[in-house]
């Protein structure tokens, strides 16, 4: 696993994650078992979802009963998930459990009985009548103090929490992504539907949340477009075969091993998400930087001193001989310069290493641009 570690650098819920795929919740048909089938070409899977108070599981009822969907049914729901739990207790892939509850008291005392050896994601995303009418899935998204009582509430049990939700459905995702991120959660899950990569970025420029995209994504190309708009996962759900999952693991694995840097985000002016500050320019030409930099609030003399300070000491610190004498300033790998490649091999770079520590300086900038927690009626 520390070789993933290396590639991938991702930790879920105290854990390393193989690969930044996962599987997406299909309520009746994502459980431990269809996980298990497909383990070696995921790092992730959300089981369920699982119903979990009596409201939510006649709602499922309800909804199989119609015969157009299936649902997964019990009695209780302790004893299921314990059992799916211990299914998929050897096993590498990181385990959430996408719940359907309808109050806080419902997740607090499903997480007190299972404890935090899984994430804990609240399904804000169902749209069946009977659940929202039970006060879940869409419903919360409607009602947006309810999810937060119910992440803080699960915050409060020691759990990380993923929020699955569908954009465009709230009046304003970036908005709902700092209340969410106000209230504790860890992993926003959002189903993209059509609304492509500008939505994506907004809610990356919104949050330092660990973001995982979701709908339609089956080719290299599309996963990609994801990685380099924000996204530090992507999930399947309707396309979870065998053959999908491997292909997208072997492909972003090879891409990583020859890149370095496996959600490298495109440069701001190509509409790269915020963690493209690592690649921009010092800040003296009107471009796409300068509103940048006003949006979040950092000055030009203060965004000039982040960068300076966070390579100190490091090979990014060097380049005379670059457009503004040091790589700190310098364009992603993939815009070819021959100063900037003469510099890194003078250093004992390679291109990927290049890549790796840029990505850790925009590590350091995205946890100084993200250090306040937003207030409550932050927008
Ligand atoms: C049959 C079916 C059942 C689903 N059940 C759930 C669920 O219980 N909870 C949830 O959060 N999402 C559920 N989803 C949504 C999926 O997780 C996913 O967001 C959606 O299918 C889009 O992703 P895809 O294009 O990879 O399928 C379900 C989707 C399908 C098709
Ligand atoms: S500073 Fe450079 S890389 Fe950044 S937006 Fe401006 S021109 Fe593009
Ligand atoms: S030296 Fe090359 S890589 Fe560096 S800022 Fe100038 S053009 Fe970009």
Same mark, same amino acid.
């Given at each position: 696993?520390?070789? +993933? ?33 497909? &383990? ?6 959300? !089981? ?10 006649? &709602?499922?009822?309800? $909804?199989? %009963? ?28 990181? $385990? ?12 607090? &005392? !499903? ?7 899984? $994430? ?13 009418? %039970?006060?879940? *899935? ?53 189903? @993209?539907?059509?609304?492509?990569? %500008? ?10 949340? @660990? ?6 994504? /089956? +080719? ?8 380099? /708009? ?16 491997? *292909? ?12 370095? =840097? ?8 190509? *509409? *790269?998400?915020?963690?493209?500050? #690592? ?34 000491? #490091? ?10 004498? +040091?790589?700190? =300033? ?31 300086? +925009? ?11 937003? /207030?409550?009626?932050?927008?």
């Amino acid at each position: 696993m520390m070789e +993933s570690f290396d590639r991938f650098g991702l930790i879920m819920n105290d854990r390393i994650i193989r690969t930044p795929i996962a599987l997406a919740s299909m309520a009746g048909i994502v459980d431990a078992d269809y996980v298990l089938a497909r &383990a070696s070409h995921i790092g992730a899977a959300f !089981i369920g979802g699982y119903s979990i108070d009596e409201k939510t599981m006649a &709602a499922a009822r309800a $909804v199989a %009963a119609t015969g157009e969907r299936k649902e997964f049914l019990y009695d209780d729901p302790v004893a299921e998930l314990r059992t799916q739990m211990q299914k998929m207790k050897k096993s590498e892939v990181v $385990v959430g459990l996408n719940l359907r509850g309808s109050s806080p008291d419902s997740y607090r &005392a !499903i997480a007190e009985t299972l404890g935090d050896t899984v $994430v804990y994601e609240i399904d804000a995303h169902c749209r069946q009548k009977p659940m929202v009418d %039970a006060g879940c *899935g869409e419903h919360y998204l409607h009602h947006q103090k309810e999810l937060e009582a119910v992440v803080r509430t699960l915050k409060k049990a020691g759990c990380t929490v993923s929020v699955k939700m569908r954009a465009g459905v709230a009046s304003d995702d970036r908005v709902l992504a700092k209340k969410l991120w106000n209230a504790g959660a860890d992993i926003l899950h959002i189903d @993209m539907m059509d609304f492509g990569i %500008a939505k994506l970025r907004q809610i990356r420029n919104s949050c330092p949340l @660990m973001l995982i995209a979701n709908n339609s994504i /089956h +080719s290299f190309d599309t996963m990609k477009e994801m990685f380099s /708009h924000g996204a530090d996962l992507v999930s399947l759900a309707r396309r979870s075969d065998e053959r999908t999952l491997a *292909g997208l693991d072997a492909a972003i694995t090879r891409y990583t091993d020859e890149q370095g =840097w496996y959600n490298s985000p495109k440069q701001l002016c190509r *509409g *790269g998400d915020i963690r493209a500050l #690592t690649f921009c320019c010092m800040p003296v030409k009107d471009c796409p930087l300068i509103p940048t930099l006003k949006r979040i609030g950092v000055t030009k003399e203060e965004f000039l001193k982040m960068k300076m300070d966070a390579v100190q000491g #490091t090979p990014l610190e060097a380049g005379q001989h670059t457009c503004f004498g +040091s790589l700190v =300033w310098c364009c992603k790998m993939s815009s070819p310069c021959m100063f900037r490649d003469m510099t890194i091999q003078q250093e004992g770079l390679t291109g990927k290493e290049y890549m790796r520590l840029k990505r850790e300086l +925009s590590d350091t900038i995205m946890s100084r641009v993200f250090h306040d927690v937003p /207030h409550d009626d932050a927008g």
